[in-house]
């Protein structure tokens, strides 16, 4: 949960951009602070007509990349899950952010935060809560709410997840999710069957996850319930590799850890494969995810000369994670972590297999059955009986483990044991010590996790961003989002120039034909024609499609089709509108062809 004052600014910096985005988003239904009626609540957005919309095609294009093209499975688990699973994946006793409250206004702030924004600690998550009270004190920081000194006020840890009760009564404690992995690892057990035990194999959720953070800010950036898209894909640590060469030239901007930590450190500009090469990226299969999801937010509207992956540094890993990098976005001079790719290693399936009791493995055929030699025991159980009464199968265990592990314990006349802190002799004889040659066809392994784990609300936010532009078009002022086609909410604004039945017609013909074909079209009738160009400029969408006189006058029926970004316009046929229209959509077209 890291937030660095170098990759996050306060709520107070100037930001041009995102004010007039966030203005814009809430007046053409983007997204806006929910319940309002009620004077609204923090940390929770609602998506309105074009943000459900972009949201939705963000959320397929996702799907299409990293579920269906990556041949991995997907599924939807329960938001809300029993406690013994947060217990087990650590979230109950470690999910926690640093709670400092105001004594005098009572505002809840993060400690972290506010030493970040205001001292030169850039990771004060990574600092113990004594540490961070006295840095607070030190340089007498004050609530941002009400200015009042918070030297002598305790910092606590503060659990994120939302807790709640299932079915009547407290005595069984749920929670929900603070993330769509653990939906993913709890199921591993069935999930691998699907999967006929294979490794490699992949599952994908895109879900409702929820964090009670502290401080909700920066509207959809930091909510108490977003979106995730998950990916957890089961590799064999031994033998399984990704298809690096499907993505070794795919250009990066890589900002890792070393860099950081570099006095006049920068971000370095490299391809997947160079950067596997020279160590910079360590971890093979986070190398391949960086590579396919690179190229994806590009074509979903991230502006590449605002992207970069940027190295966790070694306080912000969780202590199992091998390599972690983040895909960042810069937003009005600062960057926003979208995305975290994390090698987990075993941790999240060991941790569920210790807690449930069920197998959270697989089991790996070897290519040829090994014949392997096991040291077993069947011990006289009428000597050990009398002579150890209440503990004899205490004591068998003890030699079954040792036999396993240590067979010359078993070579002299007698073998030693330890029960409970004491030491006892048995003659080896009475132990039915032997060693036998056995023949396995495999072994039961823990696959190890590579995680994609993408945040959809944030991503939106910078797609939006991204996208937002000011230009002047005859004379006058014009706002437009300049969102790729694959994204736009609408893809086609259709507009009879005036209200007149012939008009009417024809356009009622077009906006059939074209919805036939799968595009999401806008009608819009009212008010002069430039304002109707405007209110589509402004969420975004692609082409508008006007019918005048001349459609109506001329021999061929021909309709004015206009470019958002440009402006362009040119007349086509009415017959062919649709093909051409979704040629441009899919890419095999451009409009200045036409
Ligand atoms: N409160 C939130 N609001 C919106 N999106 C979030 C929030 N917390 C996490 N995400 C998204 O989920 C993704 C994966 O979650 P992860 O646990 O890695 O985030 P995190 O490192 O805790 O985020 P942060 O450091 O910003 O709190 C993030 O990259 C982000 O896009």
Known sequence: MSEHQHTEPTDDAAEPTSEKLVELAKRRGYFFQSSGAYGGVGGFYTFGPQGASLKGNVEDAWRDRFAVAEGNMEIDAPTIMPEPVFEASGHLDGFDDMLIECPECETSSRADHLVEDNTEYEDAESLPIPEVEEVIAEHELVCPECGSGLADVAVENFNLMFATNIGPGDSDPGYLRPETAQGIFVEFPRLKEYARNQLPFGVTQIG???????????????TREFTQAELEFFVD???????????????????????????????????????????????????????VAKPWYDAVGVDMDRFRFRQHLSGERAHYAADCWDAESEIDGNWIEMAGFAYRGDYDLSKHAEHSGDRFTVFK??????TVERATVDPDMSYL??????????????????????????????VEIELEGESHELPVEKTGFAVEEQTEAG????????????????????????????????????????????????????????????????????????????????????????????RQDEVGT??????????????????????????DQTRL???????????IREGDLEFEEL
């Open 208 to 222: 409702r996850a929820y964090r009670n953070e502290i401080s909700p800010r920066r509207s959809i950036i930091r």
């Open 237 to 291: 640590p031994e033998e399984d590799e990704p298809d690096l060469e499907a993505v070794a030239d795919v250009a990066v901007t890589l900002y890792p850890a070393s860099e950081q930590n570099a006095e006049d450190g920068d971000e370095i500009r490299t391809t997947i494969g160079d950067a596997v090469e020279e160590g910079i990226i360590g971890d093979e299969w986070v190398a391949y995810f960086l590579g």
């Open 365 to 370: 055929q070897y290519d040829e059955p090994k």
């Open 385 to 414: 009986g009398p002579e150890f009464g209440g503990d004899a199968q205490a004591v068998v265990e003890k030699l079954e483990t040792l036999a396993g592990r240590n067979r010359a314990a078993f070579e002299g006349e007698s």
């Open 443 to 534: 072994e039961h392994i823990v696959p190890h996790v590579v995680e994609p784990s993408f945040g959809v609300d944030r991503l939106v936010y910078t797609v939006l961003h991204h996208a937002y532009r000011e230009d002047e078009v005859d004379g006058e002022e014009r706002t437009y989002l300049e969102l790729e086609p694959e994204v736009a909410p609408t893809f086609v604004g259709v507009f009879p120039l005036q209200s007149d039945d012939e008009l009417e017609a024809v356009a009622d013909d077009v906006v059939d034909d074209l919805r036939e074909a799968g595009l999401s079209i806008a009608y819009d009738d009212s008010g002069n024609i430039g304002r109707r160009y405007r």
């Open 542 to 567: 692609p082409f508008c499609v006007t019918i005048d006189y001349e459609t109506v006058e001329d021999e061929e029926t021909t309709v004015t089709v206009r470019e958002r970004d440009t402006t």
């Open 573 to 583: 046929p009415v017959d062919g509108l649709a093909e051409t229209l979704s040629a």
